[in-house]
């Protein structure tokens, strides 16, 4: 079953080109007109919105709105990317490349947690988080750290449940062949 | 579990990598495809409305064309056309829509994170434009993109109070929820469609996918896990965090499941003024020098007169009780507190005004800072019976934390508009 699911279709070589645009040489395409002026409203919401979003510190604003997304198609992308690569690459050269999704899957949700909750896990939040809210600012990384141990735990026990279960299933069906 | 290649790919196995991410074949993911991204795509149409309109809702809960000291955002212009009197029933509203804003929010941050990834290959396209439409799509796709990660990133720092963001979080979140929606609709009109279409057309994953799409890696790695199997990662993912998140809108024992954000865990302290505290006394510059029985007046202002109240002269008025929650912008709350004191509506009544006529008011607060150390509610929610110039809660005098020696609590209020240490009320139309 699971056999069927995993596999590939043997892929022809795509045509990735797209039709090309009968057009004169030169002339500029337009495209569809109904898209440009979708466009164009929206950006005159944007523009309506974002003057007001740039009236203070226009530099700084500007800077984050963009950088957020340059952080994270340019570095962040490919940090995870060649980061789950290399496992990859590491467990195949052992045989292993099956086990990838149970080194995945911990180390991504382990990951995204320290990115989402870095300034209370960090502690560099703790005395401000303490004088606002009355609550202690320390424990995050422990709580943290723990969640992480029980993920991969977890990840670990299903990767040997599975493993025991497929040898007894391989051996059962050659003592059923011999 | 798969051993060994795969048949059919082993062929493109261990081969060269192209160098230029704008060649198709350099993304070799064999997830990337038309089904991953609609249904992410269709998912995040749902969840990024709901957080729209809960964020509008929110914004309106601050009743902020009443007064200058409620907005934040006073350039708002025709952005604020929907603004309505923030009413007080049901007494739990704002802990609901903002409970969903922020608990929703946080879930859908790895569905956020895979949709992008699943798209990535699209920014590196050449050429860059096809068109003058495509060129002008591909600009609105910066604002979606940037806009999406501006917003979710301002929401999640605000929730854990780290305000290093280039200016007042309030303006940022709003103005750029409105840049980020503009970019969101154009993007949805534009591909809504042909999500659909492919979630129709494409119900099972391991169908042939079309592989002249061009999320369809020509050249693909040979899978480690299906496209079903991914995203059932994905959901685990939303479901880990709302279950590391949602119980902070709850008292204990589900607030301990709240274990890595702000306000869950352990309540502060036991006893009766042992539930949440937004910011203690300590944290907003209160000298307990002035909130002693001798020192502190409450002036209550309006119609010309001025009254100067003691704590002892207002436990001689009528003393009714409420129960009512507290909810945060940052998207934690408290069950239902019993809060018992003084109505509004009848200290608008020591100063002139007549049953069922009792006006807006300014209240200000002995804070030394915070935005909101002034607040201003209106006669809707002065009139409200149950909005209430707190003297106990839960059965005892407040605690320094919850506003001794007095504090509003108002019905489905957002809970900076409850003011804390309250030294002055001044009733009239504002």
């Not at chain 1, 203070?56 to 340019?74: E, P, R, S």
């Not at chain 2, 200016?167 to 970019?183: K, R, T």
Request: with cysteine; net charge positive; proline share 7%.
């Amino acid at each position: 079953m699971r056999r069927r699911v995993l596999r590939r279709p043997v892929l022809r070589r795509p045509v990735l080109r797209r039709p090309v645009l009968r057009r004169p040489l030169g002339k500029p395409a337009l495209g569809s007109p109904l898209q440009i002026l979708l466009l164009a409203c929206s950006f005159a919401l944007a523009g309506y919105a974002g003057v007001r979003l740039l009236a203070g510190d226009w530099f700084g604003v500007a800077l984050w709105f963009v950088g957020a997304a340059v952080l994270h198609d340019l570095v962040l992308v490919p940090l995870y990317a060649g980061a789950d690569r290399a496992v990859a690459r590491g467990l195949g050269a052992v045989g292993r490349r099956e086990w990838t999704v149970y080194v995945r899957f911990p180390a991504a949700f382990s990951a995204l947690l320290l990115l989402m909750w870095f300034p209370l896990i960090s502690g560099q939040m703790a005395e401000h988080y303490r004088l606002a809210s009355g609550l202690s600012g320390d424990g995050f990384l422990a709580r943290w750290l723990l969640i992480t141990a029980v993920l991969f735990g977890g990840s670990a026990a299903l990767l040997v449940l599975r493993l025991f279960r497929s040898s007894r299933s391989s051996r059962s069906s050659r003592s059923a062949r011999s | 579990m798969v051993r060994g290649p795969v048949r059919g790919v082993s062929r493109s196995y261990g081969r060269g990598m192209p160098r230029s991410p704008s060649s198709p074949a350099f993304w070799r993911s064999p997830l990337r495809g038309p089904w991953f991204t609609s249904v992410l795509g269709v998912v995040l149409l749902g969840g990024i409305t709901v957080l729209f309109v809960t964020g509008l809702v929110s914004y309106a809960a601050y009743n902020p064309n009443l007064s200058p000291v409620n907005d934040m955002t006073p350039d708002k212009g025709l952005l604020g056309f929907y603004l309505f009197s923030w009413p007080t029933n049901p007494s739990w509203l704002y802990r609901l829509t903002q409970g969903v804003h922020v608990t929703l929010g946080i879930t859908l941050i790895p569905v956020l994170l895979a949709k992008l990834w699943s798209v990535v290959p699209k920014l590196f396209t050449l050429p860059p434009a096809r068109s003058l439409a495509h060129a002008l799509e591909r600009i609105s796709l910066l604002l979606l993109v940037g806009g999406a990660l501006f917003e979710f990133t301002t929401g999640v720092l605000n929730v854990q109070l780290d305000y290093i963001f280039p200016g007042s979080f309030y303006p940022l979140h709003f103005y750029g929820a409105w840049v980020f929606f503009a970019a969101f609709v154009a993007h949805a009109v534009l591909r809504v469609p042909m999500a659909l279409r492919n979630l129709r057309h494409l119900r099972d994953e391991d169908q042939r996918p079309r592989t002249d799409d061009e999320l369809v890696a020509p050249d693909p790695a040979p899978p480690t896990v299906s496209r079903r199997g991914a995203l059932g990662v994905v959901g685990g993912g939303s479901l880990l965090l709302f279950a590391t998140t949602a119980g902070r809108s709850f008292d204990a024992p589900l607030r301990e499941t709240a274990v890595l954000v702000p306000h869950g865990g352990p309540e502060p302290g036991g006893g009766p003024g042992g539930f949440q505290i937004n910011k203690t006394a300590e944290a907003v510059g209160i000298d307990m020098r002035e909130t002693t029985g001798e020192t502190w007046r409450l002036l209550v202002e309006g119609r010309g007169r001025t009254l100067r109240l003691s704590r002892d002269e207002l436990l001689k008025l009528p003393l009714h009780s409420a129960a009512l929650p507290i909810a945060c912008v940052e998207g934690w709350s408290t069950s239902d507190q019993w809060w018992r004191g003084v109505r509004l509506r009848d200290l608008a009544a020591l100063v002139g005004y007549e049953e069922g006529t009792a006006p807006d008011v300014l209240v200000e607060s002995l804070q030394r800072h915070g935005a909101f150390r002034h607040a201003a509610l209106r006669y809707n929610q002065v009139r409200d019976p149950r909005s209430l110039l707190a003297l106990f809660a839960n059965g005892e005098d407040l605690t320094p934390d919850h506003g001794y020696p007095a504090r509003i609590i108002v019905p489905a209020a957002p809970g900076v508009l409850n003011t804390k240490w309250v030294a002055r009320m001044t009733f009239g139309e504002l």
